[in-house]
């Protein structure tokens, strides 16, 4: 289970973008994704409501998946 600051619980966005990102990222990068995207949201705007954390997360993991494939 993964708790970020605050007590927000994220285990089924987590979930959700791991299934999403199979065979792109480890589950450990879609974890730190999720964890950054709750960091930023709250240091952008005060607060981290879950779908903006979703959006972010996923915008994090595609460019590091598109980034993955320039240098392949």
Sequence with gaps: M?????GEHYEQLEALLRDEFAGVHPPATVARCVQAAHHGAVEVIGHAPAGLVERIARKHLRVLATAAEGRG
């Design 2 to 6: 993964s708790q970020h600051p605050g």
